[in-house]
């Protein structure tokens, strides 16, 4: 069976296809397809604080793409969520209204916290060792999620208005990014040594750089050499010669600045790039809910 989930971030609108199957012991997930529209909501939300018409046009005309390939997919079930760049919007509320009437879909903005919850819900503690400690970043456009595990239970977890998006625009400032590393460093302090666990479109285009095997962590070291090439590098370099995607070669370096901050703040040394996310966690939550209802009706 098909599940679908549209994550309405700060960068980019993503619709996310996966399939489920059922095996021996638990459910497969397999991912089918990716649709990625880099919008840019962020850009308006974080410097204006509304939405323009224009990228308000661009997102309803992406919804109903998406509304139709939900259809054809025959999906079982879909949800979509907004984050950081809808929550603070002033016209958010109209835009949801209009995407109902306009394209069917119906979306929820979810703060801070639900996204961190809606992204532990890819059932992260189940493949960590149960004597160990764990920190979580997922960096977004406009937010950045942090969560600690120690002997797999959640010990603390918080959202952070520090994101790509903010940060080319010099939308954070200096005594909130102090917060942020101090929040960091006072939390992680006694759960060493400590293990780091990174998702976000820029984290797994920074892994994939490495060339790693995905089972495998990469090092601190390692990282931060990626991520001063990238820096040396103009916009127009990481485009034609590091090949990336236009929309992209702009805020992996700002990604790569709150990467290296976390690992250097939390004093950890490697990290794991899973490539999972907010839509990930999504499907899996369908998925469940799915399940539920099954063993209800039988």
């Given amino acids: 069976m098909k599940f679908a989930a549209i994550d309405i971030g700060s960068n980019a609108v993503r619709l996310l296809f996966c399939n489920v199957l059922n095996g021996k012991s638990e459910a497969v997930f397999k991912k089918a397809e990716l649709i990625r529209v880099p919008l840019r909501l962020g850009e308006d939300s974080f410097l204006t604080g509304k939405i323009s018409d224009k990228k308000t046009e661009k997102l309803i005309q992406s919804m109903r793409a998406f509304r139709n390939l939900i259809d054809v997919y025959e999906a079982v079930d879909y949800r979509a969520c907004a984050t950081s760049a809808m929550r603070e919007a002033s016209n958010s509320a109209e835009i949801i209204e209009r995407i109902k009437r306009e394209a069917g879909i119906k979306v929820e903005v979810i703060d801070g916290a639900t996204e961190a919850d809606i992204i532990y819900n890819n059932h992260i503690a189940e493949h ?26 959640v010990v603390a977890s918080r959202s952070f208005n520090i994101g790509t998006i903010r940060m080319l625009h010099n939308r954070v400032s200096k005594e909130y990014w102090t917060e942020f590393k101090d929040w960091i460093r006072e939390t992680t302090k006694n759960y060493h040594p400590l293990t780091a666990i990174g998702s976000g479109g820029n984290i797994n285009k920074i892994f994939a750089m490495s060339r790693k095997k995905q089972s495998k962590p990469i090092t601190y070291a390692k990282l931060k050499s990626i991520c001063e090439l990238l820096e040396a590098y103009t916009y127009d370099q990481r485009v ?17 600045k709150i990467m290296l901050s976390v690992m250097k703040n939390a004093e950890i040394d490697k990290m794991y790039v899973p490539q999972i996310g907010l839509s990930d966690g999504i499907v899996h939550l369908l998925y469940e809910k799915y399940k539920s209802k099954v063993t209800a009706m039988s």
């Fill in 128 to 153: 960590l060792s149960n004597d160990s400690s764990y920190l979580y970043m997922d960096i977004g456009g406009g937010s950045t999620e942090i969560t600690l595990f120690h002997k797999t239970k």
């Fill in 240 to 256: 034609r010669e590091l090949g990336l995607k236009p929309d992209r070669a702009d805020v992996i370096v700002p990604a790569s």
